[in-house]
T-cell receptor, first 119, second 109 residues
Framework: NAGVTQTPKFQVLKTGQSMTLQCAQD?????MYWYRQDPGMGLRLIYY???????DKGEVPNGYNVSRLNKREFSLRLESAAPSQTSVYFC??????????????????FGAGSRLTVL | SQQGEEDPQALSIQEGENATMNCSYK?????LQWYRQNSGRGLVHLIL?????REKHSGRLRVTLDTSKKSSSLLITASRAADTASYFC?????????FGQGTRLTINP
């Protein structure tokens, strides 16, 4: 009963390097999300995927790309890392959102986070 | 700008006391959710209140929602050391949740 699994948990990059954060969920959820968390800023949405085959920008998409590989997996790629991308990244998933639907479909299940440092 | 702002940013109380955190938002919502985050961990969903509900209970948690004031509060009664964490409200609009900055709650023994 893994829930949402993110890899890696920790990563140190040099400016300009690229990397991909992987996320997989085993709850048959339709929607998946990538957030970043910085001190004093709360969580900010980077990208989300409402359903397999679709992706949309969130609040802070610049410098990132995403791929919804299949229903289970949603990856986040940094093509050319910058120190401003030093953060903790969280992947989350949820059932399809429909107003008034049973409570369980409207809440997010989060992964444990990936701490990224860009030097 | 952030939607769903929490107040206070930090709260420190004695074990056994009640803790109240407030959340304000700017636009209409379908529901409002509260999450807890223990240090170094991911967020965990606590409770959801729909826009047509005014109050909801779950164990020692009580959430209220005032849509006319665009505000919500989370009350934790009889606090315990294990309640030490950050608490976030999140507004559910269309396809996604938008989180506030959180309240950092410390329960002192």
């Amino acid at each position: 009963n893994a829930g949402v699994t993110q890899t890696p948990k920790f990563q140190v990059l040099k400016t300009g390097q690229s990397m991909t954060l992987q996320c997989a969920q085993d709850m048959n959820h339709n929607s998946m999300y990538w957030y970043r968390q910085d001190p004093g800023m709360g969580l900010r949405l980077i990208y989300y995927s409402a359903s397999e085959g679709t992706t949309d920008k969130g609040e802070v998409p610049n410098g990132y790309n995403v791929s919804r590989l299949n229903k289970r997996e949603f990856s986040l790629r940094l093509e050319s890392a910058a120190p401003s991308q030093t953060s903790v990244y969280f992947c989350a998933s949820s059932g399809a959102f429909r107003p008034g639907l049973a409570t369980g479909a409207n809440v997010l299940t989060f992964g444990a986070g990936s701490r990224l440092t860009v030097l | 700008s952030q939607q769903g702002e929490e107040d206070p940013q930090a709260l420190s109380i004695q074990e056994g006391e009640n803790a109240t955190m407030n959340c304000s938002y700017k636009t209409s919502i379908n529901n409002l959710q509260w999450y807890r985050q223990n240090s170094g961990r991911g967020l965990v969903h606590l409770i959801l209140i729909r826009s047509n509900e005014r109050e909801k209970h779950s164990g020692r948690l009580r959430v209220t929602l005032d849509t006319s004031k665009k505000s919500s509060s989370l009350l934790i009664t009889a606090s315990r050391a294990a309640d030490t964490a950050s608490y976030f409200c999140a507004r559910r609009g269309a396809q996604k949740l938008v989180f506030g900055q959180g309240t950092r709650l410390t329960i002192n023994p």
